[in-house]
Structure formats: C-alpha cells, structure tokens
C-alpha cells in the first residue's frame, strides 16, 4: 500500500498568518499518461465528517475560499492556507487515490497561536 | 442535493457481524460513473478506508480487512450495504459512507457518519 505521512502531526498559527501542511507518498502518485497528481485533501472539523477542500492535488472543490491553495507533485506535496481564519481551525487529511488501495495520511492538527 | 446517510446498531457485540447501510439521494447508483466508498474514523484517530463499490458492480477491498468485509448495493433502493464479520472492540469506530467516481476517487459528499461500538 501507499503510506501517506503528514508533517508536523500539529501546527499552531496566529490569525492571519500563513499554514503550511505537507504530505508525502512513499511512491509517486502521478500518472504520466494524463500527468495528473492522484491526491486529495480533507478538512475535518469536530464532530463533522471530513469536507472535500483540493483533488488533483491542487484544484480547489467549488465553493473552498481560495485562501486554500494545494501544491506538489509525485511524491510532495503542501496545503497552504494563505491567511488563517479561526473557522480554519480543524484536522487536515490528504489522501491518495493512485492505488485502488485508497489510503490516507494520519492528519496534521491545526490550531490558533 | 446530493445526501447520503448511514445507518445501523450503535452497539455489536464482540465476534458479531456488523451490517452498516448507506441510502443516497441526489445521484443515482446506475449511472455509469458512480461509486460509494465506506471509510472508518476510530475516537481521536485518522481516517482508514475500507471498501467501494460501482455502478458496473465493480467493487474493491481494504487488503487488510478484506476477509471481513463484503460490499454490495440495492439500485432500486438507492441503499450501499457494508457487512464486517468477527467484530472486535479495535473496530469500534465512526463508520462513513461517501461518493465517489470512476478514476476521480476522490470521497465528495460524506454523509454524516455513525458511531458502532463493539463491546459486550
């Protein structure tokens, strides 16, 4: 199976400030036949199921404020939230659908400095 | 609006066989591009994929799971069923249905998921 290890496990930002969370495959997930990133990532807020913020490792989901922004290919990747909003507070997850083994990262935590 | 909501016993007991149902609305379980995937949430821990299945029928299991896990759809019902044999008290968990598509396997919406507890 495909690990997918974030980095850090957990982040703490002023308001305002720049979020970098990152994701690493531990094989390339891009195909070169369509040069397409299979990656995914998640926001996850308490007691809420994970919402759909990035696919193709950078094409924000309609309606995802584009202070969400993905980048990376092949094994690398980032979720950057440009100017941190307290509703921003959640768990991140990316995800890699390369692999008919779907399969996950262990989340990044993000929090208010 | 596309919905869809799992349902199911809050509480198995251990070596019980879960039986978890996802009914859909918004999106039709015939049309040629679509899936649903069930995807677990243990209490504080990440997110673990389990199993999907397609219009075509096609479906796909967890390699670690897959000896327990079976995977079918009702069309007519617009319902995706999940059955997990020997259930323990490490599946204990937040068990979600979400949609998916052909090559895009991506999980976009979720339903709103539901706890199982397996204890005795």
């Known amino acids: 199976d495909i690990v997918m290890t974030q980095s850090p496990d957990s982040l703490a930002v002023s308001l305002g400030e720049r979020a970098t969370i990152n994701c690493k495959s531990s094989?390339?997930?891009?195909?070169?036949?369509?040069?397409?990133?299979?990656l995914a990532w998640y926001q996850q807020k308490p007691g809420q199921p994970p919402k759909l913020l990035i696919y193709?490792?950078?094409t924000r989901e309609s309606g995802v404020p584009d202070r969400f922004s993905g980048s990376g290919s092949g094994t690398d990747f980032t979720l950057t939230i440009s100017s941190l909003q307290a509703e921003d507070v959640a768990v991140y997850y990316c995800?890699?659908?390369?692999?008919?083994?779907?399969?996950f990262g262990q989340g990044t935590r993000l929090e208010i400095k | 609006q596309v919905t869809l909501k799992e349902s199911g016993p809050v509480l198995v007991k251990p070596t019980e066989t879960l039986t978890l149902t996802c009914t859909v609305s918004g999106f039709s379980l015939s049309n040629a591009r679509m899936g649903v995937s069930w995807i677990r949430q243990p209490p504080g821990k990440a997110l673990e994929w389990l199993a999907h299945?397609?219009?075509?029928?096609?479906?796909s299991y967890s390699t670690s799971l897959k000896s327990r896990l079976t995977i079918s759809k009702d069309t007519s019902k617009s319902q995706v069923v999940l059955t997990m044999t020997n259930m323990d008290p490490v599946d204990t968990a937040t068990y979600y249905c979400?949609?998916?598509?052909?090559?895009?396997?991506?999980?976009?919406?979720w339903g709103q998921g539901t706890l199982v507890t397996v204890s005795s």
């Open positions: 094989q390339s997930v891009l195909y070169s036949s369509n040069n397409k990133n299979y």
């Open positions: 299945i397609f219009s075509n029928d096609e479906k």
């Open positions: 193709w490792a950078s």
């Open positions: 979400a949609r998916i598509e052909v090559v895009m396997v991506w999980f976009d919406p």
């Open positions: 995800q890699q659908y390369y692999s008919t083994q779907v399969t």
